[in-house]
């Protein structure tokens, strides 16, 4: 699985989920959208032995809700005029860009900081920056040296994998059907023991074996442990097992043998 995804391809992702969906799962804070700052950044005071660091690329930060239901609106907005026009997403403006000027930042890809007040404060929770600010700006961490906020598209939000799959964990997103395992796929995970009891009852090579497994699953899976009156009776399990072949001797023991320990013991 990948960290992350952007909204605009999580058609490729394991999760039932389109754009405006995520959109709106951002606009109500249930989901936090990210969006990576491609220029350059400055952070300062961010290493123990400067009072400035500059990195690009590896800093991302949150969207505020604010920002996203904006984006949403346009989105859907824009996803009804192409419904009723002939106008494609570049020139009805899919690509229109929004300032943004305020942020809060919470991971990194990978991280320049080290040992510092800067790394401290990120470690205490989310911390809220001012992308629109000088860099003489005190109370802002950061700033780009162009001195003016970076702009984002629908096409630059992101979201986290993991917190993608805590949604789906909470039953409010779900997971895509993925298709059924193969019998190889299936058998590689198991004990080599147990591969080859499976094989063989596959290739009916334990066709006594396998007719006490069907008859165990058809007279004891479903009954009321608390109800005795549920439970089969012996000659009935006898006389099916009996039917699939088994000698009268080997489905009297049969019966038995599949009896659950519980019932047994009750029995007595």
């Known amino acids: 699985m990948r960290d992350y995804y952007y909204l605009c391809d999580l058609h490729n ?4 989920l389109t ?7 951002g606009a109500t804070e249930t989901l936090t959208v990210y969006t990576f700052i491609s220029e350059l950044v ?3 005071g961010a290493m123990s032995d400067s009072t400035l660091n500059t990195t690009e ?5 949150q969207v505020p809700p604010s920002l996203i ?3 949403e609106r346009d989105v859907v907005s824009l996803s009804n005029n192409l419904l009723n026009t002939s106008e494609t997403s570049e020139s009805s403006g899919a690509s229109r860009e929004y300032t943004l000027a305020h ?5 990194w890809l990978r991280s320049p900081l080290k040992s510092s007040s800067f790394e401290n404060e990120l470690a205490n929770g989310p911390l809220w920056v001012d992308l629109d600010k000088d860099p003489g700006y005190l109370d802002s961490p950061i700033f780009t040296p162009a001195r003016r906020p970076p ?6 939000l992101i979201c986290w994998a993991g917190d993608l799959q805590t949604l789906a964990d909470q039953k409010i997103i779900e997971r895509r059907n993925q298709p059924s395992p193969t019998r190889d796929e299936l058998m590689e995970g198991l004990p080599s023991d147990f591969a080859k009891l499976l094989n063989a009852l596959a290739d009916n090579e334990l066709s006594d074996l396998e007719a006490l497994i069907r008859a165990w699953r058809l007279y004891w899976t479903n009954v009321d442990r608390s109800d005795r009156s549920s439970f089969p009776k012996k000659e009935e399990v006898k006389a099916w097992l009996e039917k699939q072949g088994l000698s009268k001797k080997n489905a009297d ?8 320990r519980w019932a047994a013991n009750w029995r007595k």
Not at 19 to 25: K, N, P, S, V
Not at 253 to 260: Q, R, V
């Open 42 to 44: 400055v952070l300062k």
């Open 151 to 156: 702009k984002v598209k629908a096409h630059d």
């Open 103 to 107: 942020a809060y930042i919470d991971r």
């Open 69 to 71: 239901r904006t984006i």
């Open 57 to 61: 690329s590896s800093i991302f930060v």
């Open 253 to 260: 023991s049969g019966a038995t043998m599949i009896t659950p």
């Open 13 to 16: 992702s394991p999760f039932n």
């Open 19 to 25: 754009l405006t969906d995520a959109l709106y799962l």
